[in-house]
Nanobody, 124 residues
Framework: VQLQASGGGLVQAGGSLRLACAAS????????MGWFRQAPGKEREFVAAITWSGGSRYYSESVKGRFTIARSVAQSTVYLQMNSLKPEDTAVYYC??????????????????WGQGTQVTVSS
């Protein structure tokens, strides 16, 4: 099982980036998936998630209105479109699968399906 994240980079404040997470090794068509991030010296935090059907999306308050999560079941890929980026969005972004707790409390990754992380750096 592999989650391959891509799309990170260096961007100026106010700019945009699009992250992608390609899943392979098993079918994730029935898996709730999402993104977390970890800034230097901080704990990993939830960013956004999407249910397996794509019918529901969840965002942290810090990114709501600026980030959009989407998925392509046919391509086994989850995307995170990040607009109006701020320096505080600088972090390593990780995709994850088989999420639990969406809309009910802390979002968790009980099966430990994580991508390798992609660096996003926003300069001021």
């Amino acid at each position: 099982v592999q989650l391959q994240a891509s799309g990170g980079g260096l961007v100026q404040a106010g700019g945009s980036l699009r992250l992608a997470c390609a899943a392979s090794g098993r079918t994730f068509s029935s898996s709730d998936m999402g993104w977390f991030r970890q800034a230097p010296g901080k704990e990993r935090e939830f960013v956004a998630a999407i249910t397996w059907s794509g019918g529901s999306r969840y965002y942290s308050e810090s990114v709501k209105g600026r980030f959009t999560i989407a998925r392509s079941v046919a391509q086994s890929t989850v995307y995170l479109q990040m607009n109006s980026l701020k320096p505080e969005d600088t972090a390593v972004y990780y995709c994850a699968a088989d999420l639990t707790g969406l809309g009910k409390g802390p979002v968790r990754v009980p099966n430990n399906y994580w991508g390798q992380g992609t660096q996003v750096t926003v300069s001021s």
